[in-house]
């Protein structure tokens, strides 16, 4: 056999590293295998609930039928861009024409990389918040894209201090990605936010990506970008259906907008995707026409998650905002501890069994933060208060 040859790998990766869950969650695996330690894992945001019962009786209808199982359009079909709109306009109040301005996608997350692939050469320049969503940076920078970080805090209340990002210099600036509510940050947002956002991306020609999966999750005001007027002028939107409707695995997502852009994204997407398994689309759609006792009944679930999450960051010393909105519950570090957010998780990991997601992975601002998932049994979340209250001293 001959020498093997060296390849290389591409220079846009440098820079990215591993999804810090994915290593993380490795490192832990082998850990309890070696030791027979069972670690209490209140990290990811995957929903452990399931859809509704008509959800999934509509994915195995459809799939019993012999047209369904070849290539779909690119478009998404009509089922599911019609059910989308009609989602929009009566939980959001916001009127889109389902055949250019509703682009379903395989998830939100490829439509963070998509949208990127789509309007930025090498070099532009994109605001992204921080703390932020991990995907943020990493889409930004596969692009060629340059990525300037905002801060949001507790002095800003978690907001955009837009005079601090205009002093810092908008030169070059040609994207800002925004998520309310907030990730992870639990902040929420009000139509006054918004306005603001969309009068700052007109001022300065600055096209707003507005991410917006987790509105139906522990929050009570649900709001879209598009119900500012002239919004569909400058910003996009995402959507998904893996937070709110219990379907992360099922990956569907949207992206919505004016259908200049939306038409941009498809060009470069249908280049690298097919459209998704049709049952899946007809019970996503399924899932878009649950009415709000749906949501009733899920957000019951999670608020009293939320208390049992509340007793176990009581018992390490963790301050946090009531009200935060999502699947987590973003707090802060005790005032005495000295170390980061990474020593911190890892010290009630050694002590109590229990992960916690260190708040720095989300960027330099959370470095006195850690965050709970709430995707996971309020017994769980008991059980680990219990081994924090015994152990963590």
């Keep these: 056999m001959g020498k093997g040859v060296t390849i290389e790998r591409s220079h846009r990766l440098d820079g990215i590293g591993e999804y810090y869950f994915s290593r993380r969650l490795r490192e832990i695996a082998e850990t309890e295998a070696a030791t027979g330690r069972q670690i209490i894992k209140l990290a990811m945001g995957s929903p452990d609930l399931p859809p509704a019962q008509t959800v999934i009786d509509t994915l195995a209808r459809e799939a019993q039928r012999p047209d369904v199982h070849k290539y779909m ?41 998509h949208v990127c692939m789509t ?25 060629g894209g340059e990525m300037v970080t905002y ?38 947002p009000t139509l006054e936010l918004f306005e603001r956002i969309v009068a700052f991306g007109a001022e300065h020609n600055i096209l707003i990506v507005h991410d917006n999966p987790y509105s139906f999750v ?19 939107e995402l959507n998904s259906l893996s ?14 907008g004016k259908a200049e852009w939306i038409k941009d994204v498809l060009t ?23 009415g709000e006792e749906w949501f009733t009944q899920l957000n019951e679930i999670y608020y009293a998650r939320e208390k049992q999450a509340y007793a176990l960051l009581d018992a390490l010393g963790c301050k946090y905002r009531p009200g935060q909105a999502g699947l987590f519950v973003w707090a802060e570090l005790p005032e005495d501890y000295e170390g980061d957010s990474f020593q911190f998780s890892d010290e009630v990991m050694e002590k109590c069994d229990v992960f916690l997601t260190p708040g720095a992975i989300f960027g330099s601002e959370g470095k006195r933060y850690i965050r709970i998932t709430l995707c996971c049994p309020a017994e769980l979340l008991e059980k680990a208060a219990n081994a924090i209250k015994e152990r963590f001293h």
């Design 73 to 113: 359009s690119y478009q998404g079909e009509p089922i599911l861009r019609k059910a989308f709109a009609d989602w929009y306009k009566k939980f959001y109040g916001v009127d889109l024409d389902w055949k250019t301005e509703v682009y379903p996608l395989i998830g939100s997350k490829e439509g963070l990389m």
């Design 268 to 290: 470069f997407r249908s280049n690298m995707d097919s459209g998704m398994f049709y049952p899946i689309q007809a019970a996503a759609a399924t899932a878009l026409g649950l």
């Design 119 to 143: 309007f930025l050469n090498e070099g532009d320049k994109v605001l992204v918040p921080n703390p932020g969503y991990p995907t943020y940076s990493a889409a930004v920078k596969l692009a």
């Design 218 to 236: 522990r929050n009570k005001n649900r709001l879209s970008i598009f119900q500012v007027p002239g919004a569909k002028e400058v910003a996009l």
């Design 243 to 256: 937070k709110g409707h219990s379907m992360a695995g099922w990956r569907v997502g949207v992206l919505l």
């Design 151 to 188: 801060a949001l805090n507790k002095q800003t209340d978690f907001l955009p201090d837009f005079e601090a990002i205009e002093k810092a210099g908008l030169d070059g600036v040609k994207m800002m990605l925004v998520n309310y509510p907030n990730m992870p940050t639990g902040q929420t």
